[in-house]
């Protein structure tokens, strides 16, 4: 890490840094990957951050806030509200399992924890329009909890598409989006060099961008995201 990046993350604090989403423009683009490494990096320069999983779907095996916790090295980095075994959305999974799922109850959870912890990270549930309970979506609990946004998009052909409308929607609910990180890119297609340009320019948001990580063990992510992205991706107060 050079020396500005250096002293750019010392400065980073549980008074600097506020609570955030990392959200997605779909399942499957590298949310949990990019939650791991920030809540790790921040917990590294000794901000107690701590990921919150609203509801996991498709557990076992999938579980995002265990793959945070074992980045981390420590149970207390991250926690899931709500586990369904069926890898729907969570509100159709609840339907088909006979789970009564509260969208009040995950609202007033994510709230508990954010209040609890010096920083707060939310990670949603693939991109936002999925189903979540209730008749509301994640973009509705984005909304409701009033924090800002990164937004996790993929690198190739056809992220424009879904990143733009992303941002769209998380603007128009009137979420502030810190930027976007294309995670996985490698620039070995005209599309891949040329979408971050693209997208900053799309959406007037900065834009970042993530090579694959060699990920031998759940912590390398930590070192990962921290050699490759900049303190800019957390949201200030």
Not at 6 to 14: G, I, P, V
């Amino acid at each position: 890490m050079s020396d500005d990046r250096t002293e750019a993350a010392a400065e980073l604090s549980a008074e600097s840094v506020s609570d955030f989403a990392v959200v997605g423009t779909d399942t499957g683009v590298g949310k949990t990957v990019v939650t791991a490494g920030l809540v790790g990096w921040l917990r590294a320069v000794g901000v107690d951050a701590r990921a919150v999983k609203p509801a996991q779907t498709g557990y076992p095996p999938d579980d995002d806030a265990g793959y945070v916790a074992e980045a981390c090295e420590t149970d207390d980095a991250a926690t899931s509200l709500e586990r369904l075994e069926p890898p729907l959305a969570p509100a159709v999974a609840a339907d088909r399992t006979g789970v009564d799922l509260s969208y009040d109850a995950i609202r007033a959870g994510c709230e508990r924890e954010l209040d609890d912890a010096p920083v707060g990270v939310v990670e949603g549930i693939g991109g936002l329009r999925v189903p979540l309970a209730d008749d509301r979506e994640v973009v509705d609990l984005v909304a409701d909890l009033s924090v800002p946004a990164l937004v996790v998009a993929r690198s190739g052909l056809g992220t424009l598409n879904h990143t733009a409308l992303t941002v769209e929607a998380l603007e128009h609910r009137g979420c502030p989006v810190e930027g976007i990180v294309c995670n996985e890119y490698e620039g070995t297609s005209v599309a891949e060099r040329t979408n971050p340009g693209m997208l900053a320019e799309m959406t007037d948001c900065p834009v970042w961008t993530l090579p694959p990580l060699a990920l031998d063990e759940p912590s390398d992510v930590v070192a990962g995201v921290r050699e490759h992205l900049p303190t800019d991706a957390f949201p200030t107060e």
